[in-house]
């Protein structure tokens, strides 16, 4: 079956560098186009960033740009996201998800990882 599994989060004061990482198996990576969204406490899960399948394309909320980074490596069906200047209300739960290319409907999910930005 499907699996999207996240690592890379963890504790970092304000202003620090995080990298997460998604690893995908049981389907075609190349084929879809890879997304990550986070969950704050108490409320509802926000897109963060997205990648297309080949990799050619990206697009941020607002919020991270200029901070943020997403990329992939199809050879190793992993997709990343490099963020920096960190700040508290990046707290949350980041998840990556997984849309059949051009469709936009994630429809695979990972557990999800913890980030906590301290002041």
């Known amino acids: 079956q499907v699996q999207l599994v996240e690592s890379g989060g963890g504790l970092v004061q304000a202003g620090g560098s995080l990298r997460l990482s998604c690893a995908a198996s049981?389907?075609?990576?190349?084929?879809?186009?890879m997304g990550w969204f986070r969950q704050a406490p108490g409320q509802e899960r926000e897109f963060v960033a997205s990648?297309?399948?080949?990799?050619?394309?990206?697009y941020y909320t607002d919020s991270v740009k200029g901070r943020f980074t997403i990329t992939r490596e199809n050879a190793k069906n992993t997709v990343y996201l490099q963020m920096n200047s960190l700040k508290p209300n990046d707290t949350g739960v980041y998840y990556c998800?997984?849309?059949?290319?051009?469709?936009?409907?994630?429809?695979?999910w990972g557990q999800g990882t913890q980030v906590t930005v301290s002041s």
């Open positions: 998800a997984a849309a059949l290319r051009g469709t936009r409907k994630y429809g695979y």
């Open positions: 049981g389907l075609t990576f190349r084929l879809y186009d």
């Open positions: 990648i297309t399948w080949s990799g050619s394309n990206t």
